[in-house]
């Protein structure tokens, strides 16, 4: 098994960091650094807290559930992989971000399970892949539009899976996208959806996606490694 060491793969990312942001004309201080912890242990994460890391994040309510009874209220909490309706209320009261807002059924599940106002990331499936989940690129702006109903969601931004593949013209064309559409739905100054945010870029694409202006990024094997996973 690899040797996994979280304070020096993490130097290495700020240093990404860094570089996109010089390449691109932005400031680090924009890029908020998620540590994606689905596949390690509690003690693994708890090392990322350690190394500064105050962003942690699980596709799984049962993860969530176990590191955050672990690790607490000294890290932000991110729900990041698909979220079924029925599991809502496992998590709504120790989330702090949902990255996997999908579909109205969910929204309204959130809706009214949540005892304050959720931060929530509309997926949007960029690339138009079946496998992957969230809306289409068209279908984006008018389900925002609907979500005004729903009190306890705020539409804090937009978040984006890439396909995993080499080709950085077209991963830099699905990040571009994403963009698009958040500057489209920010400019109109919706008050339930301020839409600043842009939560996109993992392990292989990240430094792309900075340059994209991903204001959040989504890593887990090269930060903490992936040594549960199966
Ligand atoms: C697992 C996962 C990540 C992190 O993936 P790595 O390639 O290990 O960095 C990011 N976002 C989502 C939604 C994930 O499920």
Same mark, same amino acid.
């Given at each position: 098994?690899?040797?996994?060491?979280?304070? &020096?793969?993490? +130097? !290495?990312? #700020?240093?990404?960091?860094?570089?996109?942001?010089? %390449?691109? !004309?932005?400031?680090?201080? $924009?890029?908020?650094?998620? =540590? @994606?912890? %689905?596949? @390690?242990?509690?003690?693994? =994460?708890?090392?990322?807290? $350690?190394? !500064?890391i105050k962003d942690l994040g699980e596709n799984r309510p049962e993860g969530l559930l176990e590191k955050k009874n672990a690790i607490g209220d000294e890290a932000t909490w991110h729900f990041i992989g698909t979220l079924q309706s029925r599991k809502v209320k496992e998590i709504i009261d120790v989330v702090d971000y949902i990255h996997s807002l999908d579909r109205m059924s969910l929204a309204k599940e959130i809706n009214k399970r949540a005892s304050?106002?959720?931060?929530? /990331?509309?997926?949007?499936?960029?690339?138009? *892949?079946?496998? %992957? +989940?969230?809306?289409?690129?068209?279908? @984006?702006? *008018?389900?925002?539009?609907?979500?005004?109903?729903?009190?306890?969601?705020?539409? =804090? !931004?937009?978040?984006?899976? =890439?396909? &995993?593949?080499?080709?950085?013209? #077209?991963?830099?064309?699905? /990040?571009? %996208?994403?963009k698009e559409l958040r500057d489209e739905i920010s400019n109109r100054h919706l008050s339930h959806a301020p839409c600043m945010f842009l939560s996109m870029g993992m392990s292989n694409d990240y430094k792309i996606a900075i340059e994209e202006g991903a204001t959040h990024i989504r890593i887990g094997t090269k930060l903490v490694g992936a040594e549960l996973k199966r």
């Open positions: 098994m690899i040797k996994v060491d979280v304070s &020096n793969n993490l +130097h !290495g990312i #700020e240093q990404d960091i860094r570089e996109a942001c010089e %390449k691109s !004309g932005r400031s680090p201080e $924009e890029v908020k650094l998620i =540590a @994606v912890t %689905k596949y @390690v242990t509690i003690e693994r =994460a708890k090392e990322a807290v $350690e190394n !500064g304050r106002v959720i931060d929530c /990331f509309v997926q949007v499936n960029t690339s138009g *892949e079946e496998s %992957k +989940h969230g809306l289409e690129p068209s279908e @984006v702006s *008018e389900f925002i539009d609907k979500l005004v109903d729903y009190p306890n969601i705020r539409v =804090a !931004g937009l978040m984006t899976m =890439a396909p &995993n593949i080499e080709d950085e013209t #077209e991963l830099r064309n699905y /990040f571009r %996208k994403l």
